[in-house]
């Protein structure tokens, strides 16, 4: 596969180029060596609110389909495969309280850790069991109330929990409660590479969103990198529909409407004054995309005023947009662009991590 290269210097660097988003080849590696070497997003702990209780997921849907399993063993979360070590069978089929974990095909069993108990007639096995015959455990963190997978612990997460918890911190994260009848899915025809991409800058926004840019101020729109994330302030236009930062903070005394926060390669983390929109971008194919919108709400008072209003009718306009995008990379005369040093700093980011982990 073609080697892709981001200049680090954003005053010289081109974008990838339309090629990168055409390609079945580089969209399946982009899966093998991004999806499978970052986390993802879980969900949150009121899915093992009871002790003894069982919760299976895959790890990224229409992705690498890892089947796995969320196990609260008296207060003790793990995260554990949810594929018997004897045949492969799938374990556990929906959420449900157990005391252990049994294999409905042939009865093996396991404790809510994963540790292997008992197999019916394999008294003459030799070297039995062996620690392969204990379920595999993935990584888990927990921030506030929410949870965090990965296949592996290469990418450090809780630099990325650490750089989240320095500005949003303050706010009572474990009070936040999911409004489900808020949340959404959504189905858009482009690559899940350009759906970011168009996320990671405010850039558009005037062209683009007109109700979202009369409720921020576009010419003190910021954007701050870190290693595998990076945040986007919005500072309010009117002075009104902001947090109520701490002394101490240290953006005390700005009008600030919303916190964006994007982990790589495909989490967002939205905060506005009345809680928090988390949107998960998900690779279906090369050409379609689905977005998860989860809804948590902790001042419903709040809610539908400011940036973090009419969130829907964002979306719908951004989706027009990255669709034209996703067409546009067809051409036969497009094959590369340049990045505006001051408004696309996260879009340069983004675009260097992906060549970075492709060429491991």
């Not at 399993?69 to 949810?82: A, E, H």
């Not at 997460?157 to 949003?168: C, G, L, R, Y």
């Not at 936040?176 to 899940?192: A, G, I, M």
Request: proline share 5%.
């Amino acid at each position: 596969m073609k080697a892709y290269h981001i200049h680090p210097d954003i005053t010289q660097a081109e974008t990838l180029p339309s090629s990168f988003y055409r390609s079945k080849t580089v969209f399946d590696e982009l899966v093998e060596k991004v999806f499978a070497k970052t986390w993802q997003f879980v969900g949150d702990t009121s899915l093992l609110s009871l002790n003894q209780q069982v919760h299976p997921f895959h790890f990224l849907e229409f992705g690498l389909e890892e089947p796995m399993l969320l196990t609260n063993d008296k207060g003790k979360i793990s995260c554990i495969s949810n594929v018997c070590t004897h045949r492969g069978n799938i374990l556990c089929h929906d959420p449900c309280k157990s005391r252990q974990i049994t294999c409905s095909y042939h009865g093996r069993r396991f404790d809510l850790q994963g540790e292997f108990q008992h197999m019916p007639q394999f008294k003459e096995a030799q070297d039995f069991p062996r620690a392969a015959d204990n379920l595999h455990r993935f990584p888990l963190k927990q921030w506030g109330p929410w949870l965090f997978a990965g296949l592996d612990d290469s990418m450090d997460f809780q630099s990325v929990i650490d750089a989240m918890d320095n500005k949003v911190g303050f706010l009572p994260l474990l009070e936040f409660k999911e409004d489900k009848s808020r949340n959404k899915d959504y189905l858009v025809n482009t690559h899940w590479a350009l759906y970011s991409d168009n996320y990671l800058e405010g850039f558009h926004i005037p062209f683009v969103h007109d109700s979202l840019n009369e409720a921020l101020d576009y010419g003190k729109y910021e954007t701050v990198l870190y290693p595998h994330c990076n945040l986007q302030v919005g500072h309010s236009a009117g002075g009104e529909h902001v947090f109520d930062l701490p002394v101490g903070h240290e953006d005390f005394g700005k009008q600030i409407s919303a916190y964006y926060f994007w982990i790589f390669p495909n989490i967002m983390f939205n905060f506005y004054p009345w809680g928090c929109s988390i949107n998960i971008v998900k690779p279906v194919a090369l050409n379609r995309t689905k977005v998860s919108f989860h809804t948590y709400v902790y001042d419903e008072s709040k809610l539908d005023t400011g940036a973090g209003a009419t969130l829907d009718k964002v979306e719908r306009e951004d989706e027009f947009v990255v669709e034209g995008v996703f067409k546009g990379m067809s051409s036969r005369v497009y094959q590369t662009g340049r990045f505006s040093p001051k408004m696309e700093r996260g879009v340069h980011h983004f675009q260097g991590l992906l060549a970075s982990f492709l060429a491991k």
